[in-house]
């Protein structure tokens, strides 16, 4: 594994350039409302799943806890092995949004760390390209590699997504629809491209956390990982169970082509 120095001096000024991208993440929610995209809750999802197989259930039925998911984009990362630590020892099951070159490529020991530890792999394609700027083949190679890549090394293709800024259109729902994937956004953000103040963080994502909530994070910002100990300490206070996307939806299913937030 490279040594955290020598990675941290190499990557500083890719991570600069992708925090400058995914500062334009916070304008999401507006630009969905403008292009009318639409978004299922998961409390829809549960409840068109009906009654009776709720009754199936295992141990977590959200539509009777207050339940919540930790998702994180970007990694794995140098700051990926101390955060499965936490998720460890605080006994939260998390999904993360893998991306591939610089980062599935450089620690594909985490990424099977990841899913022997029974959190949840998706996909956040291969290079960070905005997939609304990208030509249908462009969009498909971006997917179809992470998948790829993700089932090589844990024997399970992913079936979410997430597009990177949250940018998405009719053509990438039509290509995730034949790959697969359901595609995943937020309802919190702690614009953590931003600080590297982990106080600060854990504020932004208390503040708008709610029932049934998608949390964003990035763990390969400095001042994030830091942050997760007090964001789960804070909000099992508050009543919140902690589950991954799909456990969230169950006993509902993600369906391929279609978003949910």
């Not at 350039?17 to 403008?34: E, F, N, V």
């Not at 009754?55 to 977590?60: E, P, Y």
């Not at 804070?234 to 589950?243: D, I, Q, T």
């Not at 991954?244 to 169950?250: D, E, G, H, M, N």
């Amino acid at each position: 594994m490279p040594s955290l120095t020598g990675k941290m001096t190499k990557t500083g000024t890719r991570l600069r350039a992708l925090a400058t991208l995914a500062a334009a993440a916070s304008l999401t929610l507006a630009l969905s409302s403008c292009t009318k995209l639409e978004t299922a809750s998961p409390s829809s999802v549960r409840g068109a799943a009906g009654t009776q197989a709720r009754a199936g259930l295992g141990a977590v039925d959200c539509g009777r806890v207050k339940c919540i998911a930790l998702t994180f984009d970007a990694g794995p990362s140098e700051h990926s092995a101390r955060l499965l630590d936490i998720l460890k020892e605080k006994k939260v099951p998390a999904t993360f949004f893998l991306l591939g070159k610089r980062h599935i490529d450089t620690y594909p020991e985490l990424v099977r760390r990841m899913a022997d530890e029974g959190h949840e792999l998706a996909n956040h394609t291969w290079t960070h390209k905005i997939l609304t700027d990208a030509e249908p083949d462009e969009i498909r190679e971006e997917l179809e590699r992470t998948d790829k890549e993700i089932e090589r090394l844990t024997g399970r293709r992913p079936t979410l997504m997430r597009p990177p800024q949250g940018r998405t259109d009719d053509t990438v729902h039509e290509i995730c629809r034949e790959l697969g994937l359901a595609e995943v956004l937020w309802s919190v953000t702690a614009k953590d491209y931003t600080t590297n103040d982990s106080d600060l963080i854990t504020e932004r994502v208390l503040k708008q956390s709610s029932r049934d909530g998608i949390i964003l994070l990035h763990d390969l910002y400095d001042g994030t990982v830091p942050a997760v100990p007090g964001i789960i300490d804070a909000l099992k206070k508050r009543g919140y169970v902690f589950v991954t996307v799909p456990q969230l939806l169950a006993p509902g299913k993600a369906e391929p082509g279609k978003v949910y937030r």
